[in-house]
C-alpha cells in the first residue's frame, strides 16, 4: 500500500526547493511569455477565496506556457496608492504609509501560498519613489505635448471621500470606493485629453484578442456618432444655439429644445415670470452626478418663456432646461423629436408639448400616437420637400443639405470626456507643475524628479475643495524652475489610476533608475501576451492603459501601441445567495484555514472546479473535500504503480491520449472547470484499467503527473521525483496526444427491432454492413420474430431491423 498523501510535507517541501532553485529561469534562448494579473490594492482585509480565483488560473495558464518551452515574465505588484488605502488609514488611525506596508506584508504571505511562480525581483510598489518618477515622468511628457491642462468646471464630487471623481468613477450616482451619492462641485481640475485619442482607442479594438463585451462596454463609452449641427435661432435675441443631432432627417419633427441646466445661455433666456423658477432648477441639477441624471427615472424640466426658431421650417420652438441633458455632452443643448424618441415622447405627454410625426410606415400616420414610433427607417412625411424620401437615406444626405443650407455642418461627436486627473487627497503621486504668477505653469524638470510626497501627520481630506499638501507652506512655497520667481507647487494629487495605467511596462526593467524601460528590454519582452483580471475594469484600468500605452508609443519609448494582445475575465466567487464577499457582510472566506486543512492543491484546483471560471460562482467549503480525495486517489494510483515494469496495453496507451487531448483541449479554451472534472474521470479510467490489467505502465502515470502538475505543482513534482527524475516537472515538454492512437477499435451501438432497442453490441469500428447485421441477429435470438422487411446499419451508430 502506499504512503497516504500528505499535503503539509509536500507543500513545506517544494516550497523550500523551489526558493532555492526556481523553476522558471530565462536562459536567453527560449521564447518571452507574458502572462500578468491585475494587481491588488493592499486592502487591509487581506485576500479571500474570491482574489485567489485569477491568481490561480493566471498560474495554472503560466505554468502551462512554461512546459510548452517559453520564459514566463509572471510578475506581481502593489496598486498602493489612492482612496482605498487612504480610506482605509483613516478608519485605522495610521499613517496610510504604514498602514499600506502591513497590508502589503500580509497579502504577499497569503500570495506566496497560492505557490504561484511570481518573480518578486520584477516587484513594483506604486507609492516607491523610484516608481512614481516615472509617473510623474509621463505626466510631464503629456503636459509638454499638450494632453495635460488645467480647467475649472463642475465635476463629481464626494462628499464622503471629499474628492473629485472621474465620470467613470461614479456608479449609478455613488462613489464607486465609499457608495456615498455624488454631487457636483465647481473646482480647478487637471485634465488628461484621453478624446484626442478617441478614434484610435476605437478602431484598434479590432486588433485586440479580448471578449467581446469589454468592446461592446469600450465603444459605447467612447460612443462615436455621426450627425450634424443645427443652428436655430433665439427669438428676440441676437444668439443662436446650436444642437447635435444624430437624426438631422427628423429635423421638421422638432417640436421643443431642451438645454442642459449649465447651459451658457440657460439663465440668460429665462423670462421674467420664469427666472425664479428657472434659478432653481439651475440650482437642483448642480447638486446631481451627471451618471445620476442620466439615469431611466421621470424627466423633470422648466420652461425658460423663451422660444427658438427651426431654421427649416421656421417654426416656434419653446425652449426648456432639463437636467438629463448634459453640458459636456455635444453641445449641451438637443432638439427634441417626440414623434421618434422614447425619451422626448415622455417629457412633451408630460409638459403637453405639440407631438408632430415625420417618419410613417409605408408613409401612413398614426392617429393619437401612444408611443414614439422608433423603427429605424419609413418613408418622410410632415417634411415638406423631404416628404416621400426614405428615413434611412435621408439620415445620410441631410447632414450635407443641412451645410448646404447654411443653417449647420456635418459633424462627428463622442460620449467620451476628458479625464478628470486631480484628487484633494493627500495619499497620491504630487503632480508635478509648479504655478508661477510669471510663466504660468511650469513642468518640474525631469533631472529633479521625483518629486517626493512629504511626510505629513495630518492627511485627512479638508473638504475644502484643497489636498491636505496645500497646508504643508515648507513644501508648497517654492521657485519657478524657469525664471527663479517665488510660486508655488500644485497640491492635488494624481488619481489611483494614474500608477496602473502603466505599471506593466516597469515590470520588465523594474531597477532602472535611467528609463522607464530600455528599449532592448522593451523589445525583448512586451507587450503583455495574456492580461488575467476582473470585468469591473473593462473601461477604467483598461480604457487608461490603452491611452497609456498610445502616448508612449507616439513618443517613443515603446514600440506598440495596445498594452494587452489577449484578455481573459475571471467570474467573481461570491457567498451564499450570490452575495459579494465583504468584511461588513460577514461572508468573506479566508484561504488560510482551508490552505492549513486540504492543502494548496486542493484549494487551487477546487478555485477552478466551482463553475466556468469566466462566470460568478457561489462558494461552498464543502466541495474542497471532493477534490482533495480526487488528488489522494490519484496520488495513490502513481505510488502503487511506479515501480511495476509494466508493458502498456493497447488500452492503455488509447486512454493515456485521449487524457492528453482532453485535457489540453479544455485547457486551450480555458474551460478550467471541466479540466478538473476531466481529470476525475480519467482518474477513474486510469484506475479500473491498472486494477484489470495488474498495474499501470510508467508512460502513462508520467503523462498524467505533467498534465496535472500546473494545477497541482506540489503533488506533481513530488510524484514527478517519484517517478525517477531529477529535473523540476516543470522543465519537460508538456505531452501531445496522438491521433491515431486515440481512435477507438470497437465502438459500443444500440441494436433496434422495429425502432425499440432491444440489445447493445460491442463491433470493430470498421465492420461490413453484412457483419454487424449478422451480429445483432445473433444477439438478438428469440428477440427478433416475424418476416424481416428491412435490414439498416448506420455506421458506429445503429442497427435497426424492421420486421412484420
Not at 459605447?220 to 441676437?238: L, T
Not at 485627512?460 to 510660486?487: F, H, M, R, Y
Not at 528590454?521 to 484600468?541: R, T
Not at 466556468?612 to 480526487?630: C, K, M, Q, T
Amino acid at each position: 500500500m502506499a504512503v497516504p498523501y500528505n499535503h503539509k510535507a509536500i507543500e513545506k517541501k517544494w516550497r523550500q526547493k523551489w526558493e532555492e532553485n526556481p523553476v522558471n529561469v530565462d536562459d536567453g534562448k527560449k521564447p518571452k511569455y507574458y502572462c500578468l494579473d491585475m494587481f491588488p490594492y493592499p486592502s487591509g482585509n487581506g485576500l479571500h477565496v474570491g482574489h485567489w480565483r485569477g491568481y490561480v488560473i493566471s498560474d495554472v495558464w503560466s505554468r502551462y506556457k512554461m512546459m510548452q518551452g517559453y520564459y514566463l515574465i509572471h510578475p506581481m505588484g502593489w496598486d498602493a496608492f489612492g482612496l482605498p488605502a487612504e480610506n482605509y488609514a483613516i478608519k485605522t488611525g495610521q499613517h496610510p504609509a504604514i498602514s499600506t506596508a502591513k497590508n502589503i506584508s500580509n497579502i504577499k504571505r497569503q500570495i506566496n501560498e497560492i505557490a504561484a511562480i511570481y518573480d518578486w525581483d520584477r516587484e513594483v510598489n506604486t507609492t516607491d519613489p523610484d516608481f512614481y518618477k516615472w509617473t510623474q515622468w509621463i505626466f510631464v511628457k503629456m503636459f509638454k505635448e499638450g494632453l495635460a491642462y488645467e480647467k475649472e468646471f463642475p465635476i463629481n464630487w464626494c462628499p464622503s471621500c471629499k474628492t473629485g471623481l472621474a465620470n467613470e468613477e461614479v456608479v449609478n450616482g455613488c462613489c464607486e470606493r465609499c457608495g456615498t451619492p455624488v454631487t457636483k462641485k465647481n473646482l480647478r481640475q487637471w485634465m488628461l485629453r484621453i478624446t484626442k485619442y478617441a478614434d484610435r482607442l476605437l478602431n484598434d479594438l479590432d486588433k485586440l484578442e479580448w471578449p467581446e463585451k469589454v468592446k461592446k462596454m469600450q465603444t459605447e463609452w467612447i460612443g462615436k456618432s455621426y450627425g450634424a449641427e443645427v443652428e436655430f435661432p433665439v427669438e428676440g435675441k441676437d444668439e443662436k444655439i446650436t444642437v447635435y443631432t444624430t437624426r438631422p432627417d427628423t429635423l421638421h419633427g422638432a417640436t421643443f429644445m431642451v438645454l442642459a441646466p449649465e447651459h451658457k445661455l440657460a439663465a440668460g433666456l429665462a423670462t421674467p415670470d420664469q427666472k425664479e423658477a428657472v434659478d432653481a432648477y439651475i440650482y437642483a441639477a448642480s447638486m446631481k452626478s451627471n451618471v445620476d441624471r442620466m439615469q431611466d427615472k421621470e424627466k423633470t424640466g422648466v420652461f425658460t418663456g423663451s422660444y427658438a426658431t427651426n431654421p427649416l421650417n421656421g417654426a416656434k420652438v419653446p425652449i426648456w432646461l432639463s437636467d438629463y441633458v448634459l453640458a459636456d455632452y455635444g453641445t449641451g443643448a438637443i432638439m427634441c423629436v417626440p414623434a421618434h424618441d422614447d425619451r422626448d415622447f415622455e417629457f412633451a405627454k408630460k409638459f403637453d408639448i405639440p407631438i408632430i410625426q415625420v417618419i410613417a410606415k409605408d408613409g401612413k400616420a398614426i392617429e393619437n400616437m401612444t408611443e414614439a414610433y422608433t423603427e429605424a427607417s419609413g418613408t418622410m412625411i410632415n417634411s415638406g420637400d423631404w416628404n416621400g424620401m426614405e428615413s434611412a437615406v435621408l439620415k445620410k444626405e441631410a447632414p450635407h443639405i443641412i451645410e448646404k443650407m447654411g443653417i449647420g455642418r456635418k459633424t462627428v461627436n463622442y460620449k467620451l470626456r476628458d479625464w478628470v486627473f486631480s484628487r484633494q487627497r493627500y495619499w497620491g503621486e504630487p503632480i508635478p507643475i509648479v504655478h508661477c504668477p510669471k510663466c504660468g505653469n511650469v513642468p518640474v524638470p525631469e533631472e529633479e524628479l521625483p518629486l517626493r510626497l512629504p511626510d505629513v501627520e495630518s492627511y485627512e481630506p479638508t473638504g475644502t475643495g484643497e489636498s491636505p499638501l496645500a497646508a504643508i507652506e515648507d513644501w508648497v512655497n517654492c521657485k519657478c524652475p524657469k525664471c527663479g520667481a517665488a510660486a508655488k507647487r500644485e497640491t492635488n494629487t494624481m488619481p489611483q489610476w494614474a500608477g496602473s495605467s502603466w505599471y506593466f511596462l516597469r515590470y520588465v526593467d523594474s531597477h532602472n533608475d535611467k528609463e522607464l524601460v530600455s528599449k532592448e528590454k522593451a523589445d525583448k519582452y512586451l507587450p503583455v501576451d495574456m492580461y488575467i483580471g476582473g470585468v469591473e475594469h473593462a473601461v477604467l484600468h483598461l480604457l487608461y492603459s490603452r491611452f497609456y500605452t498610445k502616448f508612449l508609443y507616439d513618443i517613443g519609448v515603446v514600440d506598440f501601441d495596445e498594452p494587452f494582445h489577449k484578455l481573459f475575465n475571471q467570474g467573481m466567487i461570491t457567498g451564499k445567495n450570490g452575495i459579494k464577499m465583504s468584511k461588513s457582510k460577514g461572508n468573506v472566506i479566508s484561504p488560510d484555514d482551508l490552505v492549513r486543512d486540504y492543502g494548496c492543491d486542493s484549494l487551487r484546483m477546487y478555485e477552478l472546479f466551482v463553475g466556468p471560471p469566466e462566470l460568478d460562482a457561489e462558494w461552498d467549503d464543502r466541495g474542497i473535500e471532493g477534490v482533495y480525495r480526487f488528488l489522494s486517489r490519484f496520488w495513490n494510483l502513481v505510488m502503487d504503480n511506479k515501480d511495476k515494469n509494466i508493458k502498456a496495453s493497447k488500452e492503455m496507451i488509447k486512454a493515456r491520449h485521449k487524457m492528453i487531448h482532453m485535457i489540453t483541449t479544455r485547457l486551450e479554451g480555458f474551460s478550467l472547470n471541466t479540466v478538473i472534472s476531466g481529470f476525475m474521470e480519467c482518474n477513474n479510467n486510469l484506475i479500473a484499467i491498472a486494477k484489470k490489467e495488474g498495474g499501470m505502465d510508467k508512460e502513462t502515470l508520467e503523462a498524467a503527473v505533467l498534465l496535472l502538475a500546473p494545477f497541482a505543482p506540489h503533488m506533481g513534482e513530488e510524484l514527478w521525483e517519484e517517478l525517477g527524475h531529477t529535473d523540476s516537472v516543470f522543465h519537460h515538454e508538456w505531452p501531445a496526444h496522438d491521433e491515431e492512437a486515440m481512435k477507438d477499435d470497437e465502438v459500443e451501438i444500440p441494436v433496434q427491432v422495429n425502432g425499440k432497442t432491444k440489445a447493445v453490441i460491442s463491433i470493430p469500428v470498421d465492420i461490413s454492413k453484412e457483419d454487424a447485421i449478422a451480429k445483432a441477429k445473433e444477439v438478438l435470438g428469440d428477440k427478433l420474430s416475424g418476416n424481416i422487411i428491412k435490414e439498416i446499419y448506420v455506421p458506429k451508430k445503429i442497427v435497426n431491423i424492421v420486421a412484420k
